[in-house]
């Protein structure tokens, strides 16, 4: 190559880069797919005129309610609802597959500082989601970054008491004690509290759910993973009883449970189903949920 071919290359090389570089960075909205829908996963939000949360309000939306999704960028979804073409904060809105069949794994008692983070890399390796219910005595410092990591990969965390004791046998104010202390602890890690909760067993009554004050998940689909301890059993169980709309109970304290993660995901995802945390699953299915009433499926 003689000096005048390799100056021109190199001239043409960089008015590529420049020439290519703001259009990128204006094509910041990338489409969606068709099929692609969206639920609000928030109790109101809006769809605004522009992309920033203080442009105006073109209309305000209800948890549940579906919206059509043209184009998303890293913060924002480019959506139409009727004939309002509009933003909204990617934060309110759960994006899913309406030929899909959906289902929300949910994982008790933990974080454990050994099992959690294999059910953690599984749910990242599928790009699925799940509800962890959080034991607040086991939030500490050591286990503190596991939480952190829950919400990265967009999972939920509910609150499932501070040191697992049946309820029932508690008064109110030490009801209160129980849910307050462990959302303390969520909120030391993530920056949030807890969106739904779990009595420990399960059992609750009118005075339990008033006190804790939160949308009661209990489970529809009860694997039974804490008694068999044993993974191939767990993996064909929840694979024989998975159902659109379905709650899967499992705990993320034992191995056999963190070992059969992977292959639940895989299963499922070749059965049709997204999985998603439980008020994505409630907004997917256009059902409201309220403090103090129990969900056992959407
Ligand atoms: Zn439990």
Redo the contacts with the bound molecule.
Sequence with gaps: MNKKKRYLLILSLMLTVCCTLPVNAAARFKKVPADMRGAVKVSSAAIREKKAGRSRALQKLRFGEKIRILGQSEKWYEIKKGSVKGYMKKSDVVMYNKEKKHIALTF??GPGLKTTPKVLNALKKNKCRATF?L?GSSINSSTGNLLKREAKLGCETGN?SYS?PLLTGLGSAAVRSQFSRTNKNIKKYTGRTATVC?T??GSSNGSVLGAAGCPHILWSVDTLDWKYRNTGRLISYVNSNARDGAIVLM?DIHMSTANAVDSICKNLKKKGYEMVTVTELAAIKGKTMRAGRTYYSF
Excluded: G, I, L
């Design positions: 008790d008692d219910f034991v499932h697992h779990r420990p067993y705990h």
